[in-house]
């Protein structure tokens, strides 16, 4: 496989990461509009479910980076 064609994937991969993020994101405030604004505790965990998936993305892209770097100097 050509070294455009892994870094083709890689870059679809990034941006498949890129969308759950942005999804998820959306979708949480879409449910957060719903939820009773005087029950903090629905609000911190809707606030914990996106963190959770912002962090996991995070270290998703470390993680393409270093396949990328392993791609291209090695």
């Known amino acids: 496989m050509s070294l455009t064609a892994k870094l083709a994937i ?6 498949a990461i890129l969308a759950i ?3 998820m994101a959306f979708r949480e405030r879409k449910l957060g509009h719903r939820l009773d604004a005087s029950s903090p505790e629905a609000q911190q965990a809707s606030d914990a479910r ?20 392993y791609m ?3």
């Open 10 to 15: 890689v870059l679809a991969a990034f941006v």
């Open 21 to 23: 993020v942005i999804w």
């Open 50 to 69: 996106v963190l959770a998936v912002i962090f996991g993305a995070i270290f998703g892209g470390m993680l393409l980076t270093v396949i990328v770097a």
């Open 72 to 74: 291209v100097f090695l």
